[in-house]
């Protein structure tokens, strides 16, 4: 290939871009991609456009700061590489970039270089980069401010009005993009549902993680199926003004209904459905979604969709898993679509990293009755209602998470009260977010929480389902995740990505609840349910194995609950207690910042060396099985 300067738009998966000229490019849109950091925020939106499940966060390990991607161009496939500067370069030198342009002389099949500035870039800079890219004989571009608010524009990210992120599908002063960028998760799904319309399959059940965009996914194939009648069931007022959103941005404002027939794609609470069943199963609907799919399991749910006349049903969910082991699936055909888990949202760069810390809780839950999978709230209250545990969890808050827009999860409107009362006398605003709360006074929290008027809202239930918070940065467990599918949707509420957000923080306070030692096992982020009593050991990628930028820390006293109950006959598995000799030995070689020996292990470690000859086979066969899967990892 020839070296020669190319346009933005000669760039393919930048075709979009072209369709915008620099002149419709605002003041206030240009203003807001200038405060745009490189690392944070730009290069998440080009990733985000790339759409690598791939890559890493900066391209292959070696290549540090530059972005790279395999694309096809001019007919040929090979790598681009992008070198971003953002709003800490307001005037990029040759110093800034000698560096990156180094590493891209060693890429091998490089086929176009890409330098993109939103500030100044001085001649000698253009200079360098240029004559590199000829002599390498590679097609190379020039991005600047306007080009990059033309991309970000064009894919959806950013409102050519205000310059305004925009989240839900659309801009808090109404501008909706025409269309909005897919995600690799969301294209792979509509490809797959494409296949099931061919084959011309009544019913179909699309698995993806929380804040993944399964609506848009909805509102897209419901399109592409050219359907006349769409019906969108959910079970809170929350999710129907974020499915709102997405319709109105694909099908327009005036073909969306709230809670009525009126016009042709309808969205309803299923309370609403219950209500007016004559009325709408009157109607043929082409198109029928249900959202958080796993409630329809319930008998009630199920007759109710019964009476519905559908050409097509679409279940939507995250947590397909339900505490009563009924198997959602079958009410769809066992036609699952895809299936994608949390990890893979994370890996993809779909969703933020997290960062979780599991905390000793200094409760004792050992004399409460434990019914139907659950503690029973006045129970719960009479244990969580304490001032010391109130006090303890705004000083730990302060220690990880000071100043960043915070959900804490409550077990009742009184525990949430309580732990707002004490955040606000130490002089954090807070308040409630509960079931009783006005759809107005929501609204208004919401926005004081994203301004950071508020700091922390204290919430029950309502916010585990559906809500589109992005620039929620912590999460404060506040009372016993009691069940798997609890755990991911309220960990699901903090990683939505936004600009400026790098992870999230959860901040979990465990104590010896009934299954806590099951979080550990919940950190292998795989939403199938694994029962097998001493079964098989999976191995120890599986085991430990997190997505990019993730990270897990547990406090001893929290590992000696997790040991505790582990080893209880009525509980333990090989894989619960494998996890946990694991995590511990992997604590203690980092302390030491070396492998620990057997002796280490006997004096250093809750259990010896005789409980991982046990239950590894040998202590050689555990320390062959560390090193071949874990330390590559680190």
Not at 118 to 144: A, H, I, N
Not at 398 to 426: I, M, T, W, Y
Not at 490 to 497: A, P, S
Not at 553 to 566: N, Y
Request: charged share 25%; net charge neutral.
């Amino acid at each position: 290939m020839t070296a020669q300067l190319i346009g933005l738009e000669q760039i393919p998966l930048f075709a979009k871009a072209g369709d915008i000229s620099p002149n419709e490019v605002t003041d206030q849109l240009r203003a807001s991609v200038k405060a745009l950091h490189e690392s944070e925020d730009i290069e998440e939106f080009v990733r985000a456009i790339l759409s690598d499940r791939a890559a890493t966060p900066h391209g292959p390990a070696e290549i540090v700061d530059i972005l790279t991607h395999r694309i096809e161009i001019s007919g040929t496939s090979g790598w681009a590489a992008f070198i971003l500067k953002g709003r800490s370069f307001k005037t990029v030198r040759p110093a800034d970039i000698s560096h990156q342009i180094y590493r891209i002389e060693k890429i091998a099949g490089l086929k176009v270089a890409i330098l993109g500035a939103t500030g100044v870039v001085l001649d000698g800079v253009k200079e360098q980069f240029s004559s590199t890219c000829e002599r390498l004989g590679v097609q190379y571009c020039f991005m600047d401010v306007d080009d990059f608010a033309r991309l970000f524009w064009a894919y959806g990210f950013l409102c050519p009005r205000d310059g305004r992120r925009i989240s839900g599908g659309r801009c808090t002063c109404g501008y909706a993009p025409k269309s909005a960028n897919l995600n690799v998760l969301q294209t792979e799904a509509l490809k797959e549902l494409s296949r099931v319309h061919e084959l011309r399959q009544p019913r179909g059940l699309v698995i993806l993680p929380p804040g993944t965009g399964k609506t848009r996914i909805a509102a897209n194939d419901a399109r592409n199926v050219d359907a006349k009648s769409v019906l969108y069931v959910a079970h809170t007022h929350e999710i129907l003004e974020v499915a709102e959103s997405e319709f109105s941005a694909i099908f327009g404002v005036e073909q969306v209904s709230l809670e009525t027939r009126e016009a042709p794609v309808s969205l309803v609470t299923i309370q609403y459905l219950a209500r007016h069943l004559d009325e709408l199963s009157a109607k043929p609907i082409d198109y029928l979604v249900i959202d958080e799919f796993h409630h329809a399991a319930a008998k009630s749910y199920q007759a109710t969709i019964d009476r519905l006349n559908f050409g097509f049903l679409l279940g939507l969910t995250a947590t397909p898993f339900r505490s009563d082991r009924q198997d959602i699936a079958q009410i769809c055909n066992q036609n699952v679509v895809v299936n994608y888990e949390l990890r893979a949202g994370v890996d993809a760069g779909i969703l933020s990293p997290y960062h979780y810390y599991g905390c000793f809780d200094d409760v004792d839950y050992s004399s409460l009755s434990f019914s139907n999978g659950k503690y029973s709230v006045r129970d719960l209250e009479r244990k969580l209602i304490i001032k010391e545990r109130h006090e303890a969890i705004v000083r730990k808050w302060r220690e990880k998470a000071d100043g960043k827009p915070s959900l804490a999860f409550c077990c009742s409107h009184r525990h949430a009260e309580k732990v707002a009362e004490e955040f606000n006398n130490q002089g954090i605003r807070a308040e409630v977010y509960i079931s009783s709360t006005p759809s107005i006074r929501r609204k208004q929290m919401v926005s004081a929480l994203e301004r950071g008027k508020t700091k922390v809202l204290c919430v029950v239930d309502i916010l585990n389902e559906g809500a589109d918070i992005r620039f929620v940065e912590c999460l404060l467990f506040l009372r016993p995740t009691e069940s798997k599918r609890i755990f991911f949707q309220q960990l699901g509420r903090g990683l939505r990505k936004d600009v400026g957000k790098t992870q999230c923080i959860v901040i979990d306070f465990i104590g010896n609840f009934r299954n806590a030692h099951r979080l550990v096992e919940f950190h292998g982020l795989r939403p199938e349910e694994t029962e097998s009593r001493v079964g098989g050991l999976r191995s120890l990628r599986e085991i430990l194995d997190l997505p990019i930028g993730c990270k897990v820390e547990f406090e001893d006293r929290v590992l000696d609950i997790f040991a505790r109950e582990g080893l209880d006959p009525r509980t333990a598995t090989r894989q619960n207690i494998s996890r946990i000799l694991i995590y511990q030995y992997e604590r203690l070689r980092r302390r030491l910042d070396r492998m620990p020996t057997k002796k280490d292990v006997d004096r250093g470690l809750l259990f010896g060396r005789d409980m991982y000859e046990s239950v590894f086979g040998s202590w050689k066969r555990f320390i062959d099985i560390f090193e071949e899967f874990y330390l590559p990892n680190q």
